[in-house]
């Protein structure tokens, strides 16, 4: 009980640091709703995605709204809104007649029509500063942005694994009915980015520790220097066939959408266990050109095959365990069975409308993975 009352005690002091930290109207806060709802829409109704990348690129951009004038392609692929054509009419547009002195000079950009204006307004301005071409250690702790977040949740309804067991008289699950999530973010402008972020699932016992734990520093633009990832990040090169671990639209009713836009390394703050990657990645290069390269090493949760035998002493995998919930003893077993290691790397040429790359990537497990036949 004294467990739960500090954590209703966290919860509310939390939340008014995040409401003195955003003093965001009740409009502008809707409005990056609406526009997750518009996209959710026009979705296939099976489709199973994970928006926090989305919604914090949203979020910021209300807060912080994007430069037209030095935004880059990455950039404005990240507003989900604009397809290629309308991104590389922007440039043409922007190096026919200048840099943009209204945003309403969108007007006159061919591809852009009102609906997609109006969508964009609140996400956007004109200027002619941004990035580090102004950089200074007094602009980072001036213009800095510090977002703390708390979130509990809990199921009303008694569930099956909290009912004791009538043989032993213990419940299934070791935890408790309350799940906990606690994210720390710092950010300057679109160029730096760090944070730490715990949490426990419902059911899961804090006797282990938190759950689950991730951390990273990610750089963006800095010159030749266009991303540098160190702890946890995600990757989308290509169209997902081969390197592909974030949000990735299915069937939709967006035609911006046929064609996925691969935005290469970004930093990440979700979690899901198993879509991200952890280690260190670098991308460098200029206008046109681009080099990447990749290292991840993390644990996975797996299966040991029943009754496999020890082969030169390592354990036969039958499946992988993707959910992330470690609640009872069968699931705390596998839990970080599996080590995965993963690199690779990405070369990319860019001009005008054009845009060819290769991409090469090796996947390596500690142990032998067989698929079970018994099913």
Known sequence: MKRINFFIVLLFTLVALEAWAQPNSAEESNVVEQRIESISSLLD??????YTALVEDLN????????????????????MVLSDTQINALFFHIKKFGPLRSVFELQQVRGFDAGTIRWLLPFVFVSESVGFNDFSWLRLKEEGSH??????????QKQAGFIA?????EPAYLGGRYGHYLRYRFQYRRNIFAGVTLENDIGESFQQGLDFKSAGIFIRDAKWLKALAIGDYQVQFG???????SLGFGKSAYAVQVKKNAQGLRPYSSVNENLFFRGVAATVGNKNWSLSAFASRKKLDANVSGDSLVQDDGLVISSLALGGLHRTIQELADKDVLTETVYGGNIQYEKGVWKTGVVGVVQEFS?????????
């Not at 209300?62 to 030095?70: G, T």
């Not at 977002?147 to 009303?156: E, I, K, S, V």
Request: proline fraction near 4%.
């Open 60 to 79: 910021y951009f209300l807060v912080h709204p994007l430069n037209l004038n030095q935004a880059s392609a990455a950039d404005l692929q990240s507003l």
């Open 45 to 50: 109704e099976n489709s199973e995605l994970d």
């Open 165 to 169: 067991d009538p043989n032993t008289g």
């Open 367 to 375: 142990d032998s993975i067989q698929a079970r036949n018994d099913w």
């Open 147 to 156: 977002d703390l977040m708390y979130r509990t949740r809990t199921t009303l």
């Open 239 to 245: 169209q997902g066939l081969t390197c592909w671990n």
